[in-house]
């Protein structure tokens, strides 16, 4: 079985910082991860290879920097790396990073599953995964929370919705997100670490994928953030000194007070 999974190098949450002017958030000089959600996706896929075989190749959109996360996906049992590199990518929203993600894995060709994370930590939208899926004209199963068997060119498995849980059967090739509750990931060995030295990652660019430019980046974005408001931590109150009996009867008046102002009582 020949898996694609798309990961995303996300800021860590402490980390996080936007550009007010373009609306886009800052990648440069900031500490980077894998998706946490994104490693429940490479070990249930990792899981797959080591019960029915074939390979497993990891994809990522960012800048060259983003290698450090497809090696660590190696390191942790992944064989094969693409990063999808080009300053046309560049402030892509959720349709056009799942453009181009699908395209990449247009030129993997041979794949019989997509596996990805729920949602990334830093956008939170959830569609890029299903987005994928629809460009490349996949059945879709979301918010999976274990997959049940693989046979005769299907693959069965249970996700996670409001009323429980619901079990599906999709043709093959198919694309799924899955939730923490699919596996717990593991650590990168030293022998992967070894290996994911060695692996030479490839970089697809716009021009290499022969990709429509208009569909790329910002260009390509039909989500336009138009203004960025940071919440503002205020704690504000009076404080009432409540000393001896008149100074309790006072404290309590001015509570009173203060409750029917607001039209609380």
């Given at each position: 079985?020949?898996i ?6 996300v800021?860590?949450?402490s ?8 609306g886009?958030m ?6 980077t ?9 490479l070990?249930?896929?990792i899981e797959?290879?080591?019960?029915f075989g ?9 800048p060259?920097s ?7 996906a190696?390191s ?5 790396a693409?990063?999808?590199?080009d300053?046309?990518f ?26 990805a994370?729920?949602?990334a930590?830093?956008?939170d939208?959830g ?14 199963a979301?918010y999976?929370?274990?997959i ?7 693959i ?11 079990k599906?059967?999709?043709p093959l090739?198919s ?12 650590l ?8 994911a030295?060695?692996t030479e990652v490839?970089?697809y ?8 430019s ?12 138009v203004?960025?408001?940071f919440p503002k ?18 404290a ?14």
């Amino acid at each position: 079985m020949n898996i694609v999974i798309p990961i995303k190098q996300v800021p860590e949450t402490s980390d996080v910082k936007m550009d007010k002017e373009k609306g886009t958030m800052i990648r440069d000089g900031v500490q980077t991860v894998i998706n946490p959600l994104d490693l429940y996706a490479l070990e249930a896929g990792i899981e797959l290879k080591e019960k029915f075989g074939g390979k497993i190749t990891v994809i990522t959109m960012g800048p060259p920097s983003a290698v450090k996360a497809l090696k660590e996906a190696v390191s942790m049992g992944c064989d094969d790396a693409i990063l999808l590199s080009d300053k046309q990518f560049a402030g892509s929203d959720t349709w056009a990073t799942s453009y181009t993600l699908a395209e990449a894995i247009k030129e993997i060709k041979d794949y019989d599953l997509v596996v990805a994370g729920e949602r990334a930590t830093d956008g939170d939208t959830g569609q890029v995964g299903p987005g994928i899926a629809a460009w490349l004209d996949l059945p879709l199963a979301t918010y999976v929370s274990s997959i049940e068997s693989v046979e005769d060119n299907s693959i069965v498995v249970e996700r996670l919705v409001e009323e429980g849980y619901q079990k599906l059967k999709l043709p093959l090739p198919s694309l799924l997100t899955v939730v923490k509750e699919i596996s717990n990931p593991r650590l990168p060995t030293l022998r992967g670490k070894k290996r994911a030295r060695a692996t030479e990652v490839p970089v697809y660019t716009a021009e290499s994928m022969d990709l429509d430019s208009d569909s790329l980046g910002l260009n390509g974005s039909p989500t336009k953030v138009v203004k960025i408001d940071f919440p503002k931590v205020t704690r504000g109150g009076v404080k009432v000194a409540a000393d001896g009996e008149s100074g309790a009867g006072e404290a309590v008046d001015r509570l009173i007070d203060f409750l029917k102002e607001k039209e609380l009582i």
